[in-house]
């Protein structure tokens, strides 16, 4: 059975840095279009940040150049670094497939970190 473990989140003041990492039990991400995504309180979850199976990245228009996402796939495991967080990004922060390419459906979700932001 696939389990995706996030860790990495905290509480941090506005303006700082956090870098959460994702890896999995039962599957590897090498060949696999990955993603980040999050979901704030009460909204709806979104798409943070992508790498595909060969390494081409892309990001949210909210990111706005704050965020860098990247893979290992020898060590099985992607990562997310934020720089100058913003009290808007506070939400629980997932990782899964970017199942909406069509290459890999998705995994049952983790249970995600939290990453709190205060000003």
């Known amino acids: 059975q696939v389990q995706l473990v996030e860790s990495g989140g905290g509480l941090v003041q506005a303006g700082e840095s956090l870098r959460v990492s994702c890896t999995a039990s039962g599957t590897r991400f090498g060949g696999k279009d990955m993603a980040w995504y999050r979901q704030a309180a009460g909204k709806q979850r979104e798409v943070v940040a992508t790498?595909?199976?060969?390494?081409?990245?892309d990001y949210a228009d909210f990111v706005g150049g704050r965020f860098t996402i990247s893979r290992d796939d020898v060590g099985n495991k992607i990562h997310l670094q934020m720089f100058s967080l913003k009290v808007e990004d506070t939400a629980v922060y997932y990782c899964?497939?970017?199942?909406?390419?069509?290459?890999?459906?998705?995994?049952?979700w983790g249970q995600g970190t939290q990453v709190t932001v205060v000003s």
């Open positions: 790498v595909s199976h060969d390494f081409k990245r």
């Open positions: 899964n497939t970017n199942f909406r390419t069509g290459n890999w459906g998705p995994f049952p």
